[in-house]
């Protein structure tokens, strides 16, 4: 079936720094897509949601961009810290499918002070 | 505001054993969904709940798996018999209801079940 999945398990960067994580989806259907955060020992964090018939939205020092054509989805973390180490999954959710959500695989993100 | 409760945390029977999960949602939350996520991969949705009534659970393994949520509140997760590839680690979620940002779930801390 359609799922979602992530092109980098482990990505590590440097305290200040920029991070992207990315994301591919393959359904098309998809009205929504989130970004998730998750923690050792603890469960997913929502961090923030894309519409479908946007291609950009920003947040508190994240950025999700969404590029329908190609099917990708990227985070964008500015000015990266330390507790910003977690894996993060995108999910994407459909309204009409009773607004499940089917989340990729995780990348996990190191932070080096 | 409290967060998604659920207990135990941490769990560890032998294969054919049986276990019992429970979660206790934000309040007002009308939305219910149990998950399983596996070492190194993302969630994977077992049964979602709407009040008291299940809204999906065509990924939930019936014949050892069952889930109920009686009051529209709090909810059980059993496994019985548990199985080794039931080793995983066990998340609830709320969410306000399908009619207002349903994709935005708040999340237990989970229960870590190992079967040996």
């Known amino acids: 079936g359609e799922s979602v999945g992530l092109h980098l398990p482990t990505l590590s960067v440097q305290e200040g720094d920029n991070s992207i994580i990315n994301c591919a989806y393959s359904n098309s259907a998809s009205d929504y897509f989130i970004w998730y955060k998750q923690e050792s020992g603890k469960g997913p964090q929502f961090i923030i949601d894309i519409r479908s018939n946007m291609d950009k939205r920003q947040g508190q020092r994240v950025t999700v961009l969404l590029n329908k054509t190609v099917k990708h989805l990227s985070l964008q973390i500015a000015a990266t810290q330390p507790g910003d180490s977690a894996v993060y999954f995108c999910?994407?959710?459909?309204?009409?499918?009773?607004?499940?959500?089917?989340f990729g695989g995780g990348t996990r993100l190191m932070v080096k002070p | 505001e409290a967060g998604v409760a659920q207990s135990p945390r941490y769990k560890i029977i032998e294969k054919r054993q049986s276990v019992a999960f429970w979660c206790n949602p934000i309040?007002?939350?009308?939305?219910l969904y149990w998950y399983q996520q596996i070492l190194g991969q993302g969630p994977k949705l077992l049964i979602q709940f709407q009040n008291n009534g299940v809204v999906d659970d065509s990924q939930l393994p019936k014949d050892r798996f069952s889930a109920e949520r009686l009051k529209g509140v709090d909810s059980t997760l059993k496994i019985q018999p548990a199985k080794l590839e039931d080793s995983a680690v066990y998340l609830c979620?709320?969410?306000?209801?399908?009619?207002?940002?349903?994709?935005?779930?708040?999340f237990g801390p989970g229960t870590r079940l190992t079967v040996t």
């Open positions: 979620a709320s969410s306000l209801g399908p009619n207002y940002r349903a994709y935005e779930q708040y």
């Open positions: 999910a994407e959710n459909i309204s009409d499918a009773g607004n499940m959500l089917t």
């Open positions: 309040s007002g939350h009308a939305t």
